[in-house]
C-alpha cells in the first residue's frame, strides 16, 4: 500500500526560507509530485521528481531521497502570496492513481 | 492549449437528492480522467479514475457514481445524497502523469444540507 505523511501546520516570515517534508511508503516508486493548493481552489502543479537530489525551479527546489522515502519542498524569499497548503503526492506503479498526502498548511506573516 | 472546465462551482443540495456533476476537457485526445473528494481540511481522495471511454475505475465503495460517454467528458453522479457526501469535487485530467502531474479543474463545492 502507499501512505504519505506531511506536518499538519507550519508559519514562517516573509523574505524567510522554509522546508517542508514528506515521507512517503509505497511499494513500486513512478516518482512524486508537489503541488500548492490556495484556500478554496484546485492544486497546481509545482514540480516531480523522479531521481534522487535537488530540482530547482524559481524560488522553489524540491528534493527526493527514493532511499530513505524523504522529500521535501524548499521555499526561498517567502511572500505572502505563497500561504497556501502544499501537498505531497505519489503515483502507483502503474502511474493512473496518484494518492496524496493531507497537505501542509503555510502561513506566511509579515 | 489544453483547458477543464468543471461545473457548476458550488451547490447546495437536500439529503436525498440526485447529482450531477461534469467535466470536459478541451485540447487533448485520449486524457486519463479522475474525480477526487477534498473534505474540509483534508486531503484529496481519489473516487474515480477513467483510461478510456466507458472505462470507469471505483476507488471507494459509496454511493456515487461515474460514466465517460465520451472522450473528453466525465460526469459524477448520485442518485441519492448523502450528509458525508459534502465536500469539494475536483476533476482532472493527464495525459502521463510522470511528465506533467495532473490539471485540476476549478472544482464544486457540494454542501448537502
Known amino acids: 500500500g502507499q501512505n504519505i505523511d506531511q506536518p499538519t501546520e507550519m508559519t514562517a516570515t516573509e523574505g524567510a526560507i522554509v522546508q517542508i517534508n514528506c515521507t512517503y511508503q509505497?511499494?513500486?516508486?513512478?516518482?512524486l509530485f508537489w503541488y500548492q493548493q490556495h484556500a478554496g481552489e484546485a492544486p497546481t502543479f509545482l514540480s516531480y521528481?523522479?531521481?534522487?537530489g535537488l530540482e530547482e525551479k524559481g524560488r522553489f527546489s524540491s528534493f527526493l531521497s527514493r532511499s530513505k522515502g524523504y522529500s521535501y519542498l524548499l521555499l526561498k524569499e517567502l511572500q505572502m502570496k505563497d500561504s497556501a497548503s502544499y501537498l505531497c503526492?505519489?503515483?502507483?506503479?502503474?502511474?493512473?492513481?496518484?494518492?496524496f498526502g493531507a497537505g501542509t498548511r503555510l502561513f506566511v506573516k509579515a | 492549449s489544453q483547458t477543464i472546465h468543471q461545473w457548476p462551482a458550488t451547490l447546495v443540495q437536500p439529503v436525498g437528492s440526485p447529482l450531477s456533476l461534469e467535466c470536459t476537457v478541451e485540447?487533448?485526445?485520449?486524457?486519463?480522467l479522475y474525480w477526487y473528494r477534498q473534505a474540509a481540511g483534508r486531503g484529496l481522495q481519489l473516487l474515480f479514475y477513467?483510461?478510456?471511454?466507458?472505462?470507469i475505475s471505483s476507488e471507494v465503495p459509496q454511493n456515487l457514481s461515474a460514466s465517460r460517454p465520451q472522450d473528453r467528458q466525465f460526469i459524477l453522479s448520485s442518485k441519492k445524497l448523502l450528509l458525508s457526501d459534502s465536500g469539494f469535487y475536483l476533476c482532472?485530467?493527464?495525459?502521463?502523469?510522470?511528465?506533467?502531474?495532473?490539471?485540476f479543474g476549478s472544482g464544486t463545492r457540494l454542501t448537502v444540507v
Open positions: 503526492a505519489v503515483p502507483n506503479t502503474g502511474g493512473f492513481k496518484t494518492i
Open positions: 509505497t511499494s513500486g516508486f513512478n516518482g
Open positions: 482532472a485530467w493527464s495525459n502521463g502523469v510522470r511528465d506533467y502531474g495532473y490539471t
Open positions: 477513467s483510461v478510456g471511454i466507458g472505462q
Open positions: 485540447g487533448t485526445s485520449n486524457p486519463n
Open positions: 521528481n523522479v531521481l534522487d
